[in-house]
């Protein structure tokens, strides 16, 4: 049933860039061969949420206002830390709960440096995925130095929260890397993406993705930072799979729902949907047959093979999906995905040099852009704009004036993210825009210009995200290039 097609002859960017990033996805990773045992593993699936120890800075209100002559100091003599203790331990645990993660409280308040450094100790001995500190009493910043040192010889991150409306006095020193300090009143916000930076970490370790290639034999590895798992699979498998589907309800319904949907659709056949849902089916068998969380595929020139569609449909659901094999779009897709909820549009850069404008564009953009609970960005489908055997792609219009991000994240000694902010200018069609199916102008917010902006691959996010995404670089002590 497979039919191969053809694109370009000879070698361009996009074989260098394929070659290339699988190249050095490997080279980051220790990779061993597996056999079909170790492939069938289901362990994988069961994920352990980040375990956060969490403590109360302040000395008991008894102390002073059994004292007539007691000193409280800021806030008052009148603010209630215990009872302002429990609505935050009701507020983290919901917190918790939600993120599916642990979130051990420390009942008893620290209020004394022995405490502090008794805390500290266990602190260490623990070594837990992270520390919560909620501080309210001025003079509590010895104490939660303590802390920040012991965490800092652990090598943990430490969401270190001043609940507090008033706090006289400078806080610069807080405001560095491996910790994310907030100073905020009842911002429970906040701490709920502190925890979830934490989570997002634990839970990428804890990940498996597929890297479909040109492999002979299985085999996996893990990367460095993130500590997440790749897992080689030959191609063939992919093939094979494809070659055996029967086009049956299921497919049917599945290609329904994609055309129901599409505001156009231009020039696609039912054999060319019959293939898209093979593709998409097939890629679920092999997660499945995996247990994996993910994929990154070399799907240029594979003719009725090529996934694009489902690509499209697993970023909708939340499911990394990247082309060309690229480790560091797959990992930034991941990342991205798990810190905002919500898929990003991997594409070739492109610019408009007389507006100084940028272009993202590529062909598996996802139309949930606002995650699965969101609505639907309007989309056509239409011929893959670069081979003539006539399988699907996807065009997703962007909304003009809305607010985007950009990211890649980049392996490497000190690991790196590349993050912009912008606005969506256009969504232009093609043609007569060329490059590939879905295409949107950006303005970037924030280089002045905007040929410099840097990488091949990147995610756009739709959405202001930059802060929260430096905040994550500055928690795991990244490098943040590419932004002013």
């Known amino acids: 049933m497979s039919t191969h097609g053809c694109g370009c002859s000879g070698c361009n960017r996009r074989d260098f860039l394929t070659a290339a990033g699988a190249t050095v996805g490997l080279m980051a990773m220790a990779t061993t061969a597996i056999g079909d045992e170790q492939a069938e593993d289901k362990s994988r699936r069961v994920k352990h949420g980040a375990k956060v120890r969490a403590v109360f800075l302040y000395p008991p209100s008894s102390t002073f206002k059994d004292n007539p002559d007691g000193w409280w100091s800021w806030p008052g003599n009148e603010f209630d830390a215990e009872g302002r203790q429990k609505q935050y331990t009701r507020q983290i645990n919901n917190i918790s709960k939600t993120l599916s993660m ?8 620290v209020g004394t440096d022995k405490q502090a450094r008794q ?12 520390l919560l500190i909620t501080m309210f009493y001025n003079n509590s910043l010895k104490h939660a130095d303590i802390l920040l040192k012991a965490a800092e010889k652990a090598k943990i991150p430490v969401i270190f929260y001043i609940g507090l409306g008033v706090k006289h006095g400078s806080v610069d020193r807080y405001r560095r890397e491996g910790v994310y300090f907030i100073q905020s009143l009842d911002n429970f916000e906040a701490i709920e993406y502190g925890l979830r930076m934490i989570n997002t970490k634990k839970i990428m370790s804890q990940s498996r993705l597929l890297s479909i290639t040109e492999a002979k034999e299985t085999r996996e590895g893990v990367e460095k930072f993130f500590k997440t798992t790749v897992r080689v699979i030959p191609f063939t498998q992919y093939e094979e799979i494809f070659d055996k589907i029967s086009i049956g309800k299921k497919h049917r319904d599945w290609t329904s729902r994609i055309k129901g949907s599409a505001t156009e659709i231009r020039g696609i056949t039912d054999t060319s949907m019959d293939n898209a849902a093979r593709a998409h089916f097939a890629l679920l068998e092999l997660l499945d047959r995996n247990q994996a969380d993910g994929l990154t595929m070399n799907c240029l020139r594979r003719g009725m093979l090529k996934p694009c569609i489902s690509f499209s449909q697993l970023n909708s659901q939340l499911i990394p999906a990247t082309c060309e094999n690229d480790f560091g779009a ?4 991941l990342l991205g995905q798990q810190l905002l909820g919500r898929p990003g549009f991997q594409h070739n850069p492109c610019f408009e040099t007389e507006r100084n404008h ?19 960005t309007p989309y056509l489908l239409q011929r893959f704009a670069h081979t003539n055997e006539g399988s699907c792609a996807i065009q997703v219009f962007w909304k003009p004036d809305e607010p985007v991000t950009m990211m890649r994240y980049y392996q490497g000694k000190t690991p790196s993210l590349d993050i912009y902010s912008g606005k969506v200018i256009a969504s232009h069609p093609m043609p007569p825009a060329a490059g590939c199916t879905t295409n949107v102008e950006i303005k970037i917010t924030d280089c002045p210009d905007a040929c410099k902006v840097k990488g091949h691959h ?9 802060r929260k995404l430096k905040l994550f670089a500055r928690l795991y002590k990244m490098d943040t290039t590419g932004t002013t």
């Open 102 to 109: 642990t979130v051990n409280i420390t009942d008893e308040p």
């Open 119 to 130: 805390l500290a100790d266990q602190t260490i001995a623990e070594n837990p995925d992270g």
């Open 330 to 333: 797959m990992y930034t897709q």
């Open 358 to 376: 940028y272009y993202a564009s590529h062909c598996t953009c996802a139309p949930q852009l606002n995650g699965p609970e969101g609505p639907a």
């Open 458 to 466: 990147n995610l756009l996010f739709a959405g202001e995200h930059a």
